[in-house]
T-cell receptor
Framework: DIQMTQSPSSLSASLGDRIIITCQAS??????LIWYQQKSGQAPEFVIYDVSNLKSGVPSRFSGSGSGTHFTFTITNLQPEDVATYYC?????????FGQGTRLEIK | EVELLESGGGLFPPGGSVRLSCVGSGFTFNDYTLTWVRQSPGQGLEWVSA????????YYAGSVKGRFTISRDNSKNTLFLQINGLRAEDTALYYCAKQSWGSGSPRGHFDSWGQGTFLTVSS
């Protein structure tokens, strides 16, 4: 199985800050990398697909980059509505696997 | 609008069985691979199983293979997950999710999720 190592596990930042979450795959997953946002009590929603493609309606202050085994997810100008847990997910190989999640809070 | 509605969760004893269901609407049901993802209380997301659009191919996580059976009834737009030999570690919120494209092997992102059905395994 492909292991997805996500860091940090939690993050506290101030409004307006830029935050970066990283996701490391245990083997090359090409560009088959998704980022989800899960707000408290809600189902996850994808925000970025195939490394860097933003879901329609998601603010442009969200972005993703990377290739192969190393990926990053960035939020600039952090807003209160960004409080959530974020997960990376690979679909290059079955079983599909998720990172452990990063819990983002506002200071 | 795509909707997925799970049901069938509740309190079940260890060793027992349960069948979870997910009814889909707003899309051509048999055109998409469907997936079950679970989330234990306070924990992360775990992919459990997927099934091709025709229902002919099933995929399982190693941790559930042999105890879980995924199936679908395309005539009723319904996805199922049969769980036998329930264990405490099966306690979780079970989501069904629609793949963004394709009816074959699992790929792409999950573009629609239900709200989940909670399964508690306890005596």
């Amino acid at each position: 199985d492909i292991q997805m190592t996500q860091s940090p596990s939690s993050l506290s930042a101030s409004l307006g800050d830029r935050i970066i979450i990283t996701c490391q795959a245990s083997q090359d997953i090409r560009n088959h990398l998704i980022w989800y946002q899960q707000k408290s009590g809600q189902a996850p929603e994808f925000v970025i697909y195939d490394v860097s493609n933003l879901k329609s309606g998601v603010p442009s202050r969200f972005s993703g980059s990377g290739s192969g085994t190393h990926f990053t997810f960035t939020i600039t100008n952090l807003q209160p509505e960004d409080v959530a847990t974020y997960y990376c997910q690979q679909y290059d190989r079955v079983p599909i696997t998720f990172g452990q999640g990063t819990r983002l809070e506002i200071k | 609008e795509v909707e997925l509605l799970e049901s069938g969760g509740g309190l079940f004893p260890p060793g027992g069985s349960v069948r979870l269901s997910c009814v889909g609407s707003g899309f051509t049901f048999n055109d998409y691979t469907l997936t079950w993802v679970r989330q234990s209380p306070g924990q992360g997301l775990e992919w459990v199983s997927a099934i091709s659009g025709s229902g002919g191919t099933q995929y399982y996580a190693g941790s559930v293979k042999g105890r879980f059976t995924i199936s679908r009834d395309n005539s009723k737009n319904t996805l199922f997950l049969q769980i036998n030999g329930l264990r405490a570690e099966d306690t979780a919120l079970y989501y069904c999710a629609k793949q963004s494209w394709g009816s074959g092997s699992p790929r792409g992102h999950f573009d629609s999720w239900g709200q989940g059905t909670f399964l508690t395994v306890s005596s």
